[in-house]
């Protein structure tokens, strides 16, 4: 028997092992290293019984396990004596070991237990991935400014049992605090990493408050020091009070000595010590909005008596001088400049204040403001879902009307009961003024007042009044329907009008519906892409339009019961989409979530073209002669002095509900004259009547000398009036009700089912 040196053998056999391993690995590990350990047992009692053992480094020798080495086998010369080994080598699973970088190799060198505590915790230990790395390299740079602040960090419970996305951008958070620690002597990351609340685990909301107490600590270390030993903080964070120092955060961004004045005189603030509540974060949320846009109102306001113990009204004035503020055209410097509030604004004037963040123009700002030029009448009032609520109307032009009081209250009582839920808001602020309504339109909502033209407040008749208590639950509709997609603010709000009408009574003739108007867009998805802002109004107008059509027709399908909780779903679902600060305006999306059982009705509406505009006739020189509704059989013909035409009817459109005989006898008008460049009305084409005659008062009217309705179809017959004088277009519009369901009255706002364009020779 040879004898047999175990040192040579080990050396042969490690070689052996790893080309055996380096078999085993992927093609695309291939670059990477693994680690082997063999030992070679020899059997003291028993030279000649030998074992060949492997295992990971620093595992167990049972992992890949232990063989016999049996010299039993002779080349072919008897030269020599062999055995034949074969181990299977699994790879480690998970991701790759810790790379041994020079901090590491340091910190091995100098703080043992340290690195033996690091590299053994378990999500270490088994290999770390790209985002744990990166927690590792900061707890390293940690330690490299202080070894207590890195033994410290290594004993919190949510850094030893893994850590979460949120909780590495923490560690990030935590690391930059140290740095300023060393650098201002500041001495905030300690008090900080032994906060209960950091050392027992991060919500998402903790971290978001270290990650804002390290931007404040950057810029002011005496106001973080205050934020650092409030009881408030120091106890755990709630969402406002993380926010809140988020928003101190923001304020002291542009890194200069009046933000940091500004944020420590906050920070001084008795409320703000004192804990905060919502009312207190959202003061600080607006301050920060006002500071984007003009630094210097946030350091003149700070200081000023009505924030020296913050209620709600003061966060309402606060957002009215942001509104001037992002106008930057002279309206806030009107505010902060005019002698009223030299001496600071006070509790008593934070109503007027927010009413003037309504207001176009600095000369009108200034006219509101100056003594005796505005009137404001403030009643609290009861709702069911609102006990406290406050009404403050402000006017500036017209007299005192105690209705107006009545019917905001009532208007709010309605909105309220439809949506099943407060209003989110505690004091309505109504401005009547004309300047302070967007130009253009009846009313504006700005998300802390409303406004109404001045005119529109002072009824003269019963249905004005119908009118303008209609604008009002439009108006106060969007306290709820707000930075939504705009047909779904506009739309929601329309059909809220319709509600509020049908349970007032209105005659079904008079209430709110759907008019295309201006409205060019076929359908939802195009008017989304066009996007269009307030001022292009004819766009902009078919957000009403396409909204309410697709919200009325949901509401007729569903049923009012079912329809408003879909709708309080929308508006639940919503709020949480604008909870992300990243996320588009709620939009298609969440009304497919909130609709799913009317798919096919919301992705009409959506996709489908519905009356699509072509048969708009009023553009010049465009001959257009379609339209959804209607079906030309023979478009207008001018045959001599008379013009004929026929079409059938499309849907579940109707002419009238009335019989034919009822329409001879009261005078139906289905069909009139407008010239083709404008909305002007010219005339109506009457039917021919059983008894009597009928009384043409305008130029164009005319009576038919055929005038044939059957069911689905017409046919008319006219002489064309020669009152209306030299030749020109001329459109035939067609009045109608896109369905059975509403009244037979012809008159204003009734639907136009369709258009058709004539030349008049």
């Known amino acids: 028997m040879c004898s047999i040196s175990a040192r040579p053998l080990v050396a042969v056999l490690a070689v052996l092992l790893a080309l055996v391993l380096l078999a085993t690995l992927p093609a695309d590990a291939q670059g990477s290293t693994a680690t082997v350990e063999l030992r070679v047992w020899q059997r003291t009692a028993n030279p000649l ?52 970088t020079q901090n590491l190799r340091w910190l091995r060198q100098n703080h043992w237990d340290l690195y033996r ?38 004993n919190l419970g949510w850094i030893q049992d893994g850590l979460t996305e949120v909780e590495v951008d923490a560690v990030e958070d935590l690391l930059y605090i140290g740095v300023l620690d060393r650098d201002n002597e500041a001495a905030n990351l300690p008090p900080v990493l032994g906060l209960r609340w950091v050392g027992d685990g991060l919500t998402e ?114 957002r009215g001088l942001y509104r001037l503020a992002y106008s930057q055209d002279g309206r806030l410097d009107a505010v902060l400049s005019h002698p009223s509030v030299r001496d600071g604004i006070t509790d008593d004037e934070t109503t007027l204040i927010a009413a003037t963040g309504t207001i176009r123009g600095a000369s009108e700002v200034r006219r509101i403001l100056g003594r005796g030029n505005a009137r404001t009448e403030v009643v609290f009032e009861r709702t069911r879902h609102t006990p406290d609520l406050k009404i403050s109307v402000i006017r500036t032009g017209t007299q005192p009307r105690q209705a107006t009081i009545d019917e905001i209250r009532d208007s709010v009582e309605f909105v309220e009961n439809t949506m099943n839920r407060p209003i989110p808001v505690s004091h309505i602020i109504v401005v009547v003024d004309d300047y302070a309504v967007t130009e253009g339109y009846g009313g504006t909502n700005y998300g802390f007042a409303f406004s109404v033209l001045s005119d529109d407040e002072q009824h003269e008749t019963p249905y004005d009044e119908h009118q303008f208590r209609s604008l009002i639950v439009h108006e106060v509709a969007h306290f709820f329907w707000r930075d939504h997609a705009g047909w779904i603010d506009e739309g929601v709000a329309e059909t809220f009008e319709y509600l509020y009408g049908v349970d007032a009574g209105i005659s079904p003739g008079l209430l709110n519906s759907p008019t295309r108007g201006d409205c060019e867009a076929h359908d939802l998805e195009m008017l989304t892409e066009w996007n269009p802002s307030t001022v292009t109004r004819g766009r902009y107008g078919c957000n009403y339009f396409l909204g309410q059509m697709l919200f009325q027709e949901l509401l007729d399908t569903m049923g009012r019961p079912a329809f408003t909780r879909a709708l309080g779903d929308l508006y639940e679902i919503s709020l949480e989409t604008k909870d992300d600060p990243e996320a588009e305006a709620p939009g298609i999306a969440e009304v497919r979530q909130a609709f ?16 699509a505009p072509e048969g708009r006739p009023f553009d010049e020189g465009v001959t257009r002669t379609s339209h959804g509704l209607i079906q030309w059989d023979q478009y207008p013909t001018q045959d001599g002095a008379f013009v004929t035409f026929s079409g059938t009817l499309l849907g579940d459109a109707v ?38 005659r009928w009384i043409l008062d305008d130029p164009g009217d005319v009576v038919a000398t055929e005038y044939v309705l059957d069911d689905r179809t017409l046919t008319v017959t006219f002489r064309f009036p020669g009152a209306l004088g030299a030749p020109s ?3 035939i519009r067609v009045h109608g009700f896109p369905d059975a369901s509403r009244m037979p009255f012809i008159g204003n706002e009734i639907d136009v089912l369709g258009y058709a364009r004539i030349r008049a020779e």
């Open 655 to 692: 002419l009238s509900k009335e019989t034919m005989a009822d329409a001879r006898t009261g005078g139906q008008t289905n069909f009139n004259l407008s010239p083709a460049d404008d909305y002007d009305y010219a005339g109506s084409v009457l039917p021919s009547l059983v008894s009597g």
């Open 49 to 100: 019984a030998i074992y060949v053992s492997a295992r990971h480094a620093a595992g167990s020798w049972n992992t890949l396990g232990t063989i016999p080495l049996a010299l039993d086998q002779r080349n072919s010369r008897g030269t020599f004596r062999y055995g034949d080994i074969s181990l299977s080598v699994p790879l480690p699973a998970g991701d790759p070991p810790l790379a041994e």
């Open 596 to 611: 799913p059982d009317q798919i096919a009705i919301v992705e009409k509406h959506w996709t489908g073209a519905l009356n």
């Open 117 to 154: 505590h690091l590299t053994t915790l378990s999500w270490v230990a088994d290999g770390v991935n790209e985002t744990e790395m990166e927690a590792v390299e900061d707890l390293l740079y940690m330690m490299a400014d202080s070894v207590e602040n890195f033994r410290v960090a290594l």
């Open 729 to 731: 277009d001329y459109v």
């Open 205 to 318: 909301v903790e971290a978001d408050a270290i990650e804002s107490f390290y931007w404040l600590a950057h810029e002011s270390p005496r106001a973080a020091a205050t934020v650092v030993a409030l009881p408030w903080f120091t106890d755990g964070v709630t969402e406002t009070e993380a926010e809140a120092v988020r928003s101190l955060s923001w304020l002291i961004e542009e890194d200069d000595a009046r933000s940091i004045a500004v944020v420590e005189t906050v920070t001084a603030l008795r409320w703000f010590r004192d804990g905060i509540i919502e009312t207190e974060g959202d003061l600080l949320l607006w301050l920060a909005y006002l500071d984007y846009w003009s630094e210097e109102a946030v350091a003149a306001v700070v200081d000023m008596p009505f924030l020296a113990l913050v209620e709600r009204d003061d966060v309402l004035a606060v």
